[in-house]
């Protein structure tokens, strides 16, 4: 094989040609022929049984020739971004191929490529470092949401209330017109959680288990379903059940149940601190954040398209394996089992998608001008590190890990933290003195 005719683009994308002797061609065509022969059929001949000769003086000479260029695609793809010495991204095209009068075969190749990245300040940034305070009113209110989680709903015989739980039944008319959608039976509703379009559960406040009535709301402008954005409707309502949320006792028993104290005062304790803690992580990481984006910011890069794919690929496929959905479904199949357009999915992850390209950019580019590289050292404190996590040998357990992308992973920790260790600190005065 030799490489051809490169040629590189706007838009971070490189089309090249991988030309593959007549042998090689011949051969693929042979293996094409006997993956292909069982569909084709001919007169005098059994299905499947159809000789190449024949078939191809049917169909014509070519008949094999496109799926013997996949069979050597990625061999060759792989031969020219080498031979180019091309760092690629995404998945190549097959732009064109052609078979010339002697069977040598040309296949033309296009591919994105890693973005050339110019870098602006990364070190000696400046971020607002805001602390958050946790206070005593702030553990009350932690508290009285686990007592919550942890209460009981019991049937009663009074008026609703607001925090009450209902069971009831609806049906929406607009004037004396059911309208779809617009109706349930025996549906469960907390009153005061806001569910409801505005100005409904606070008109439910007052009844009583089994009394019906009519409740008017108006939608609102921006409602989703257009023949209801801002109409008036009248919904009629049957109340079945009120529930009272009774809460547990705040007490000890209570420590023991929700922890694994012995005593209110220890479990509380134990909560204030892991809120201080939680509080102090927030700050560092919206300060550390805040870095991050200046540096990136700060960057000249043209993002090719296949990175951001890649990182809603990754998004998706995570959130789905954490919530139980098999994450090796295509793409279609994973977004048509969790509901979601790809559309709307683009629309919502798609900047954090982008922003987190940039930040791999960013880091590799920081990674190339400072010459960070990974000590042998480093390498065995991780593989101990999975030795402790696992329980395996540290030996057992290396040939399961990518050691490029482990290379990649440490120097990038090691890009980020210098624009950490040299960024200044302000606190929110200092901030406003600045901008002043």
């Not at 109706?183 to 439910?204: H, M, R, W």
């Amino acid at each position: 094989m030799i490489t051809k005719n490169l040629e590189k683009k706007e838009n971070c994308t490189a089309l090249f040609q991988v030309e593959i002797e007549a042998e090689a061609f011949e051969a693929a065509v042979g293996v094409a022929y006997s993956r292909m022969k069982g569909r084709l059929s001919a007169p005098g001949f059994r299905k499947g049984k159809v000789p190449r000769i024949v078939a191809e003086g049917i169909y014509g000479p070519d008949i094999f020739h496109e799926e013997a260029v996949n069979i050597l695609a990625q061999e060759a793809f792989e031969f020219g971004i080498e031979k180019e010495n091309l760092n690629n991204v995404g998945m190549p095209q097959i732009a064109d191929f052609v078979v010339d009068e002697n069977k040598v075969l040309t296949v033309t190749f296009i591919t994105e490529l890693y973005p050339e990245a110019t870098l602006g300040e990364y070190k000696g940034l400046s971020a607002v470092f805001e602390e958050h305070e946790v206070t005593e009113a702030d553990l009350d209110k932690e508290i009285e949401e686990v007592r919550k989680r942890n209460g009981r709903h019991v049937d009663v015989e009074r008026a609703v209330i607001n925090g009450d739980t209902i069971v009831f039944d609806f049906e929406g008319f607009m004037g004396d017109e059911a309208f779809d959608g617009g109706c349930a039976e025996e549906y469960t509703l907390e009153i005061g959680s806001g569910s409801f379009i505005p100005g409904f559960e606070e008109q439910l406040v007052g009844y009583m288990p089994g009394q019906e009535g009519d409740i008017m709301v108006t939608f609102p402008e921006e409602y989703g379903a257009e023949e209801l954005a801002g109409k008036e409707a009248r919904f009629r309502v049957k109340v079945h059940t009120v529930r009272e949320l009774q809460l547990p006792e705040l007490d000890d028993e209570f420590a023991k149940d929700v922890s694994e104290f012995d005593t209110l005062d220890e479990y509380k304790a134990d909560l204030f601190e892991k809120m201080k803690k939680e509080a102090a992580d927030v700050s560092d990481r919206t300060y550390k954040s805040s870095l991050l984006n200046s540096a990136i910011e700060n960057m000249t890069v043209e993002v090719p398209g296949s990175m951001v794919e890649e990182k809603l690929d990754e998004y998706l496929r995570n959130f789905a394996s954490s919530i139980g959905v098999k994450s090796n479904m295509s793409r279609e199949g994973i977004l048509e089992t969790l509901g979601i357009t790809n559309e709307s999915f683009q629309q919502m992850m798609g900047p954090q998608a982008l922003m987190q390209a940039k930040a791999d950019i960013l880091l590799d580019k920081i990674i190339e001008v400072e010459g960070l590289e990974v000590s042998d050292e480093e390498k065995e404190t991780f593989y101990k590190s999975l030795e402790v996590d696992y329980g395996e040998d540290a030996e057992k357990l290396k040939h399961m890990v990518d050691e490029k992308a482990l290379c990649r992973d440490i120097c990038r920790k090691k890009a980020i933290e210098i624009i950490y260790d040299t960024a200044n600190k302000l606190s929110p005065e200092e901030k406003s003195e600045k901008a002043e």
